[in-house]
């Protein structure tokens, strides 16, 4: 079946180090990937996406990689900030159908 | 657009109460999810509808959940009666089917039973 893998948290950074949270799935075919960002008390919010392999998805400083050979969609940020600070969700929708499939989140937290 | 709305943004009721949770999609958005979300378990499918329709509704815990979705624009997640187990925040999200878009969730229902 399909599912998804991230790195378990909580993730705790200076503010400007470098961040990766990994990601790994397991589906049929060529899934589309993506990350979420919920902030506390706030619903989630669609970060960036990539709908095929090698697809790079960036927003807001944050990049991610669509490796069909490793399956992975791993989530990077050259020099995070306070502001940073919230949950991490990895996604899949399949190929074929439309629920999104979640990890289970990483906590980060950036100290200044 | 004014995305996807939430009503109410909490709920304390007491156990053996009937909850109602609503949801307003994005205007043109075919497709409609109800999640619930806890520590325990992260993020949970519920039910989703497209074209108001129900097509998977296996998430759904028990027969005291129910939701429905009369037209485009609105949609209900009811609990009766109500748990303290039940106690989660409850999000509902909306997108299209093609180009395959992440979804867009509203800010969430936090539903605490007592």
């Known amino acids: 079946g399909n599912s998804v893998t991230q790195m378990e948290g909580p993730v705790t950074l200076s503010e400007e180090a470098f961040l990766t949270i990994n990601c790994t799935y397991t589906a049929t075919g060529y899934p589309s990937l993506f990350w979420y960002v919920q902030y506390p008390g706030e619903g989630l919010q669609l970060l960036l996406k990539a709908t095929k392999a090698d697809d790079k998805g960036s927003n807001k400083g944050f990049e991610a990689t669509y490796r069909k050979e490793t399956t992975s969609f791993h989530l990077e940020k050259g020099s995070v900030q306070v502001s940073d600070s919230a949950v991490y969700f990895c996604a899949l929708r399949p190929q074929a159908g439309t629920a999104l499939i979640f990890g289970k989140g990483t906590t980060l937290s950036v100290s200044s | ?114």
């Open chain 2, 1 to 114: 657009d004014a995305g996807v709305i939430q009503s109410p943004r909490h709920e304390v009721t007491e156990m053996g109460q009937e909850v109602t949770l609503r949801c307003k999609p994005i205007s043109g958005h075919d497709y409609l999810f109800w999640y619930r979300q806890t520590m325990m378990r992260g993020l949970e499918l519920l039910i989703y509808f497209n074209n108001n329709v129900p097509i998977d509704d296996s998430g759904m815990p028990e027969d005291r959940f129910s939701a429905k979705m009369p037209n485009a624009s609105f949609s209900t997640l009811k609990i009766q009666p109500s748990e303290p187990r039940d106690s989660a925040v409850y999000f509902c999200a909306s997108t299209v089917d093609s180009p395959p878009n992440g979804y867009t969730f509203g800010s969430g229902t936090r539903l605490t039973v007592v």
